[in-house]
T-cell receptor, first 113, second 116 residues
C-alpha cells in the first residue's frame, strides 16, 4: 500500500536554507507534491514534481527527487520567519476509478530570528 | 486564496448529532475530494466525486456520507457524531477526473468540527 514518511521537526535560523525530507512507497506515483499549512489555515499547494524529473526549481523552492530511493526533498533558500509552518509531502495514488493524495505526517518548520 | 470555499469555518455540536459541511470547488473544477485531519490519524482521504458521481472511497465511516450537486458544490454529512469525529475537514477540488496522470488538488480552508 501507499505510505509517506517525513521527519517531524526542523529548526533553522532566519536566512539559512531548510531541507525537508520525505520518503514514499508507491513506485507508480507519477506526481509528488509539497503543501504548506500555517496555523489555523488550509493546505496551500507549494509545488509539485513529475516522477520523470530529478529537480524542479521555483523561486526559493527547490525540489529534488531520487526515484530509485523513493526520496523527495524540499529545499527552501533564505528561510524567513514567514516560512514557519507545517510542510506536507504527498503522493498521488490511483484508485479503480479515481485518485487520492496520500500525505505524510507533516514536518514542523520553526524559523528562529 | 485557493478558490475553494468551505462553510462553516467552525462547528460545535454534541455527541449523537448530525452536521452538514459544505464545499464549493474552484470555477471549472469537476472533482471534489474530502479529507479528514486529526492529531492521531493525520490527513486521511475520505471520498471523491467527479461531476456528480462517486469516483473513489477511502476510510470513510458508514455514518458519513457525501454528495455532489449539479452545480458541482458538495456536502459532507456526518451523523451519530462521536467525540472521536472532532477534526478538521478539508475539501479539495481538481479539474481532473482522477485517472489522469496529472491531478493537482487545491484545498479549502477547512471546517473545524468539535464534538462535545
Amino acid at each position: 500500500g501507499e505510505d509517506v514518511e517525513q521527519s517531524l521537526f526542523l529548526s533553522v535560523r532566519e536566512g539559512d536554507s531548510s531541507v525537508i525530507n520525505c520518503t514514499y512507497t508507491d513506485s507508480s506515483s507519477t506526481y509528488l507534491y509539497w503543501y504548506k499549512q500555517e496555523p489555523g489555515a488550509g493546505l496551500q499547494l507549494l509545488t509539485y514534481i513529475f516522477s520523470n524529473m530529478d529537480m524542479k526549481q521555483d523561486q526559493r523552492l527547490t525540489v529534488l527527487l531520487n526515484k530509485k530511493d523513493k526520496h523527495l526533498s524540499l529545499r527552501i533558500a533564505d528561510t524567513q520567519t514567514g516560512d514557519s509552518a507545517i510542510y506536507f509531502c504527498a503522493e498521488s495514488a490511483k484508485m479503480e476509478y479515481g485518485n487520492k493524495l496520500v500525505f505524510g505526517a507533516g514536518t514542523i518548520l520553526r524559523v528562529k530570528s | 486564496d485557493s478558490g475553494v470555499t468551505q462553510t462553516p469555518k467552525h462547528l460545535i455540536t454534541a455527541t449523537g448529532q448530525r452536521v452538514t459541511l459544505r464545499c464549493s470547488p474552484r470555477s471549472g473544477d469537476l472533482s471534489v475530494y474530502w479529507y479528514q485531519q486529526s492529531l492521531d490519524q493525520g490527513l486521511q482521504f475520505l471520498i471523491q466525486y467527479y461531476n456528480g458521481e462517486e469516483r473513489a472511497k477511502g476510510n470513510i465511516l458508514e455514518r458519513f456520507s457525501a454528495q455532489q450537486f449539479p452545480d458541482l458544490h458538495s456536502e459532507l454529512n456526518l451523523s451519530s457524531l462521536e467525540l472521536g469525529d472532532s477534526a478538521l475537514y478539508f475539501c479539495a477540488s481538481s479539474v481532473a477526473s482522477g485517472r489522469e496522470t496529472k491531478n493537482i488538488q487545491y484545498f479549502g480552508a477547512g471546517t473545524r468540527l468539535s464534538v462535545l
